[in-house]
């Protein structure tokens, strides 16, 4: 069995499948066995539920209903015994006989409908009730109309020839329905039984082919896998320890094939850069001391720029400072412009709110102007009056005279300075107009200032970048003068490294590549 699952993995189909190909072929067949298991199963446990539904919801059903349907004709026969026994409760028995009817009638459609077509043995079943049920309900009628009429005798004749035969018949028909739906609820748990047992017996068989199919893919698996990976770790191990001269075979085109091939590739061009790695080893060696020659050159020509640059930084130092303060002159001036543009501005304002002012005052002197007329208007009224009153009306009559007096030199005093409000509402109104005429101007002498120092700081900045970069060349230029100094230093230890790399390098056992063929 081992040798034949070994061929099995050794076949071409499956070394040329990928890992993630091999595992979903071996996991989905195993998923497809567990599916088709699953589906069995459900369809069989859906079967059963179908088979107990029926039985719970249908024949037993059915049969409580027949049971009831029994119940209801015993009562209807007591009913009909007390008619006969007890003569004043016989409307009572009547009614009830018709409550039993209703519900006999509900029960039986209620078994009518829950009793399919395709379902022959019940409807005869059925279909014999009803009739059976017709006639005993008939013969009960007529043996309780018979009893209302006061036929006593004759009715319990009847009652016993005829209508308890039927009664019974009637019993007898409902007990063969309730049994034949006991038989049909037998069967269907027969069937459930039979579904169960078979049902059983496929998850088993199912199961088992999933476990044994399982149980080969892994085996299949880890060996198209593990061998490779024990190939690769063998190898590696012979490169650790600085053999290169290992040859790796690869067989198959999965990704442990894909990683023999790139550890094959590796291989080859580690032989190739450790044979360069050595070469390029004497090749420093015998260049470090050109490296050195060169580097004290440079270091000299390094110091020689230093000073050269040395004077051009301070030169523009010089001119930086002299720049700056152009610029805070400019900046000053600036701020002194946009100051009086402001001062201009809140001057212009504030004659406009003096002219509101005096326009306001002169419409108030109006006013006084007004109430001295009317006080005028008004004393000589009193004076008119106190002539009509005579001797009584002297001392009323100075009064009149002194308040006329006072009221006319009120007027005129209004009036003058009514007159002199206008003149200066007119001389304020004239330099409010010279002030707007004068605000454009300063605002711009200010935006004219403003561009200047804006200027003044756009050199300053340029010069201070100028500087800047003049330092840090000089920087630089002093970074290189002492680097080719440090040159010098290095490419005598850079020897000394070369010659720890080849002794690094012997280490590694190649195979010889000729790295000329690259």
Known sequence: MKDILKKWVEVDMLKNMKIGTKLSFGFG???????????????????????????????????GLARDMADIVREDAIAVRNAFMQKDRVQEMKKRLEEHKLKFDDKFKKIYEMTGRDDAESRDKIAKLK?????????????????????????????LKEARAAVRNSI??????????????????????????????????LGALALFLAAITAFILTRSIVGPLSEGVSVMKRMAAGDLTAIIEVKSNDETGEMLSAMKSMLEQLNITITEVKSAAENVAAGSEELSAGAQQLSQGATEQAAAVEETSSSMEEMTSSIRQNADNSLQTEHLSQKSAVDAQGSGKSVSETVGAMKEITARISIIEEIARQTNLLALN??????????????????????????????????????????????AEKAGEMLSLLVPDIQKTADLVQEISAASKEQYVGAEQINKAVQQLDHVIQQNASASEELASTSEELTSQAEQLQDAVAFFKTNGTDISKR
Request: aromatic fraction near 6%.
């Open 131 to 159: 009739s059976v049920r017709e006639t005993e309900r008939s013969m009960t009628d007529k043996t309780m109309a018979l009893i209302i009429s006061d036929k006593g005798d004759e009715a319990f004749a009847y009652y």
């Open 29 to 63: 067949l195993v998923l497809f066995l567990m599916a088709v298991l699953i589906f069995v199963a459900a369809g069989n446990m859906a079967r059963l539920k179908g088979n107990m539904d029926h039985i719970v919801k249908v024949n037993s059903v059915r049969s």
């Open 382 to 427: 009193a004076a008119i009056e106190a002539a009509r009153a005579g001797e009584h009306g002297k001392g009323f009559a100075v009064v009149a005279a002194e308040v006329r007096k006072l009221a006319e030199r009120s007027q005129s005093a209004a009036a003058e300075i009514s007159r002199l409000s206008v003149s200066s509402v007119e001389t």
């Open 172 to 205: 007898q028909a409902i007990d063969e329905l309730a049994q034949q739906q006991e038989k049909r609820s037998k069967l269907r748990y027969e069937e459930s039984e039979k579904a169960y047992e078979s049902s059983r017996a496929m998850m088993f068989v």
